[in-house]
Structures are given as structure tokens and as C-alpha cells.
């Protein structure tokens, strides 16, 4: 006797059921359509690439990001002479740079005066024309009369210093001085020019400052420093046992300091562009460029400690610390400011996000806006701002973006008040646009 299928048909001799004639008709296979089911879809393959690679472009741009800061800084404040001396003017105004100028002028000056040596030598005169008793005495107070014109002039060129005649040959030995540091760091001169390289030190020629100093002091009454010769003493701004790598440095950054900050926004911007999840890798970039904000300043404060204690014992301490905290201040400005963006960045990325705490704020914020307009009527204004609401956000997005990249030196407060100003306009979006209103709906007719 031989076995059926269910459908009454009986199944050949010799050969047995398979598993999908034994189900029956019911049981669809994988991928087929049953009984009024539309056909599976086919799962598509996950792109297991993506990610990983994303990452590694978020990664690298957030690296690059401290370069591209002080390459850009290489090019703005050394390349550039009205950055340059916008950079180092304050120098001039620090108290203890203003003590160190004070010290080396006076040594140099004084030295040349030579006041003892005159003093000996007008004694030794007087003896010799017999006069011994004022020769003795003349000998007895040079000590006292080479101290007392040391101090004069140490406080004459201390006013000098910190007056406003000092502070403007200051800004025009610097004016002068920047094309000669950037021939120094390019390797072009090597100590012809106001900056130069001396005895292991990359120093500036004070002879301009001697000039005005020598010229001060014989109109306060002390006409001997007319003789005084213009003797290009010079001042100590940095060690330069390393100077062929900084200068090797400065030529490489010199080079990239365009192409740098470009590659690291197509990085970060091909980065998010790729993620499986775009928001959340804007996120991850924003907040890992801030990160990278930070790293510089912990290099920046390593590189200080590495700076002052390489500085030799003749140079002021504290001048160097001034130095070298007046010269870095804005690529400390220019930090700041990124971190606070790449902070606004993750915000902003967080807050449109699908998360509770997202959603829950933007349906306050919503809820507060439908409370403000509630009892108004939807104008053309209001229904055209409406229709146009997402062309509106993201040109208002692209402004900001525009003021941002095109301000000069933009500060973190500006990043700040930006990011505001921008909340406002979104707001007013908001505010503004209603729906067309809704028509009524008819009421039904009554039967009969």
C-alpha cells in the first residue's frame, strides 16, 4: 500500500517524501509568496567598512587639528609683518621685559661711560700737577661717583623705557626686525640683519633703542653719553641649540600652512559623511576636535616648562616666562575659540538627535513657541515661512558658518554670541511660521 500526500495524490513508488512536499502547499518557501503575503524582501548586507574607516578619519582630523592651529599661527604671526608686530608690541609694556631692557641698556651704557676709569685717570693727572691731596680725595669718592652715575642712569633709561618714545622705536625695530626673523627661521640669514644668531641664543639688535636712550640722557643733562658709540648690543629671545630643526619645522609648516586645516576639515567632513550613523559620528567629531584643543594646550604648557628651563642664567626668568606667554597668546585665543565651537558642534548634533533627552527639549522648546503664538491668525508671512522652513534653517546655519570663517581673529565670546544669535533665528523660524489653517470639517446632513 502505498503513502498519499495530502492532496489525495498518491506519491510515486520507490521515492520518498521530501520535507517541503511533506509541509504541503501552506508552507511557502524562503523568498516565495504565500497565500495573500507579498514576497520577503532580501536583507540587505551591512556595510561592516564604515564604520571603522570613519572613525579613522575623525581620528586623524582631530590630530591634525592642533597642526593646521599652529601652522596657521606660523604663517599669521611670524609670516605676516603687521601680525607679527600686532604680536610682539605688547613685549615692550611687560614690567619684567621693561626690568631686563632697563638692565642691558644701563650695563652697556655705563660700561662705555666708564666712569671710574675717567675718574682714576683725571686723579692721576692732578698728582702728576702737584695736587696730591685732591688727586687722593678725587680717587677716594670714583667708587662712590661711578655708583651714583650708574643709578642715574639706570633710572633715566628705566623712564625711557617706559615711555612712549621707547614704545615706538619698539614697534619700528620689530616692523624692521620680521623680515630678518623670518630669514632666520627660513635659513636664508643667520645673524646680518636685527634678528640674529649669537652664542647659542637667536637675539635682537637693540642699537635702534641705544639711539633713543643715548639721545634721552643728553637732553636730561648728562652730555657725556653724546660720546657714547652705538655698540649693537643685543637681547636674548630664545635658545638655538635646536634652531635647524625649528627652522626645518618652520619651512614644512610654512608649506602646508594652507593645505593643513583644508585636508583636516575633508577628514572630519568625509568622516561623518561615511559613518552608518551620521549624527552620532558629528558627535564623536565635535567633541574630538575639542579634545584635540585641549592636547595643544597641555603641549603648549610643556613646551613653556621645556622653554624656561633651557634658558640660560644671564637671561631674567621672568622676562622669558613674559616672553613666551605674550607670544603664544593667540594661538591660545585661536584654541579656545575651536574648542568652544567643536563644543557647539557636539550640541548641536546632540539636541537634533532622536535621544529622550533631545526629544524632550526640542518638545519644550516647541511647546513654549506654540504658547507665544497661540491666538494669532496665520498671515502669508507666517504660511510662506512655514512652506520654506527647512531652506530657512539651513541658510541661517550656512550664515553663521560664513560669519564664522570670514571674522578676522574671532574669540570665543564671538563663537558664543554667533551660536546664540543663530538659537534666535531658529526660534523666529519657528515662531513665525504657521500652517495654513485647517478647514472645518462640514457637519452631517441630518437624515430624512
Known amino acids: ?21 511533506q509541509a504541503g502547499p501552506q508552507a511557502p518557501r524562503h523568498g516565495q509568496a504565500g497565500l495573500g ?14 564604520t571603522p574607516v570613519a572613525v579613522l578619519l575623525i581620528v586623524a582630523g582631530c590630530v591634525l587639528a592642533p597642526l593646521s592651529v599652529v601652522a596657521a599661527w606660523t604663517a599669521n604671526q611670524v609670516s605676516d609683518t603687521s601680525r607679527y608686530v600686532a604680536n610682539v608690541e605688547p613685549l615692550i609694556k611687560d614690567p619684567a621685559i621693561q626690568n631686563a631692557l632697563t638692565n642691558k641698556l644701563t650695563g652697556e651704557i655705563v660700561t662705555r661711560i666708564n666712569v671710574k676709569g675717567l675718574t682714576d685717570q683725571a686723579a692721576a693727572d692732578l698728582a702728576q700737577k702737584g695736587l696730591p691731596r685732591i688727586s687722593a680725595l678725587l680717587r677716594g669718592v670714583s667708587g662712590s661717583l661711578a655708583s651714583g652715575v650708574a643709578g642715574f642712569v639706570h633710572s633715566s633709561i628705566q623712564k625711557i623705557i617706559t615711555g612712549p618714545r621707547m614704545a615706538n622705536a619698539w614697534v619700528q625695530v620689530n616692523r624692521a626686525a620680521s623680515q630678518a626673523l623670518v630669514a632666520v627661521l627660513s635659513g636664508r640669514a643667520a645673524g646680518n640683519g636685527a634678528v640674529g644668531v649669537r652664542n647659542g641664543q637667536v637675539t635682537l639688535d637693540l642699537a635702534p633703542l641705544e639711539a633713543v636712550a643715548k639721545q634721552d640722557l643728553v637732553a636730561r643733562g648728562l652730555t657725556i653719553a653724546d660720546k657714547i658709540p652705538i655698540v649693537h648690543a643685543t637681547f636674548a629671545l630664545f635658545p638655538s641649540k635646536n634652531l635647524v630643526k625649528a627652522q626645518k619645522a618652520y619651512r614644512l609648516i610654512n608649506d602646508v600652512k594652507i593645505v593643513l586645516p583644508i585636508v583636516t576639515l575633508a577628514l572630519l567632513g568625509l568622516g561623518v559623511f561615511i559613518a552608518r550613523r551620521p549624527r552620532r559620528a558629528l558627535i564623536g567629531a ?15 604648557l610643556i ?17 622669558a616666562a613674559a616672553a613666551f606667554d605674550i607670544l603664544v597668546r593667540f594661538i591660545k585665543t585661536a584654541l579656545r575659540t575651536l574648542l568652544v565651537a567643536g563644543l557647539i558642534v557636539a550640541a548641536a548634533a546632540f539636541f ?4 529622550a533627552a533631545a526629544v ?3 518638545h519644550a522648546l516647541s511647546s513654549g513657541l506654540g504658547r507665544l503664538r497661540h491666538g494669532g491668525e496665520s498671515g502669508p508671512a507666517s504660511r510662506w515661512t512655514y512652506a520654506h522652513r527647512r531652506a530657512l534653517r539651513i541658510a541661517a546655519v550656512a550664515l553663521a558658518a560664513l560669519v564664522f570663517v570670514f571674522w578676522g581673529q574671532p574669540t570665543a565670546a564671538v563663537v558664543v554670541a554667533i551660536a546664540i544669535l543663530l538659537l534666535v533665528v531658529l526660534g523666529l523660524i519657528e515662531l513665525i511660521g504657521r500652517p495654513p489653517a485647517q478647514p472645518s470639517p462640514a457637519p452631517p446632513a441630518p437624515d430624512g
Open 303 to 319: 613646551a613653556r616648562n621645556l622653554y624656561l628651563n633651557s634658558v640660560p642664567a644671564s637671561v631674567s626668568a621672568d622676562a
Open 360 to 362: 524632550r527639549t526640542r
Open 1 to 21: 500500500m502505498t503513502d498519499s500526500g495530502d492532496n489525495g495524490v498518491p506519491a510515486p513508488e520507490g521515492r520518498d517524501l521530501s520535507a517541503d512536499e
Open 37 to 50: 503575503r507579498p514576497p520577503d524582501k532580501p536583507r540587505r548586507r551591512r556595510s561592516g567598512w564604515r
Open 352 to 355: 537634533t538627535g532622536p535621544s
Open 286 to 300: 565635535g567633541l574630538g576636535f575639542a579634545a584635540s584643543m585641549l592636547v595643544l594646550a597641555a603641549a603648549l
